[in-house]
Nanobody
């Protein structure tokens, strides 16, 4: 059974930093692209960042470019989202996700098969 478990969310002041972690189990992590999505209050889920299953190719939403960094360690079955210079508009539930095996990299939610339960990030002004 595939499980993705996020951690690291919390309350932070604007301008601060947080690092989200995603622990994967039940899959050969190096076979799956990984991504982070978020759902702000009252809004639809949106893409944040993605990383390829190998070679570390990344893609970011324009709203987080230059502030967020996605990374992964296949040997540890772990992924991370480093978030700097946080803004109140970054407030959301953040989800990590993994694609089916074989997908190189993906930015659309429909391309992802496995999802974590989410972790709340709240940025105060």
């Amino acid at each position: 059974q595939v499980q993705l478990v996020e951690s690291g969310g919390g309350l932070v002041q604007a301008g601060g930093s947080l690092t989200l972690s995603c622990a994967a189990s039940g899959l050969t992590f190096s076979n799956n692209a990984m991504g982070w999505f978020r759902q702000p209050p009252g809004k639809e889920r949106e893409f944040v960042a993605a990383i390829s299953r190998r070679f570390g190719i990344t893609d970011y939403a324009d709203s987080v470019k230059g502030r967020f960094t996605i990374s992964r360690d296949n040997a540890k079955n772990m992924g991370w989202l480093q978030m700097n210079s946080l803004k109140p508009e970054d407030t959301a539930v953040y989800y990590c996700a993994a694609t089916p095996p074989g997908t190189s990299i993906a930015t659309l939610g429909v391309e992802y098969e496995y999802w974590g339960q989410g972790t709340q990030v709240t940025v105060s002004s």
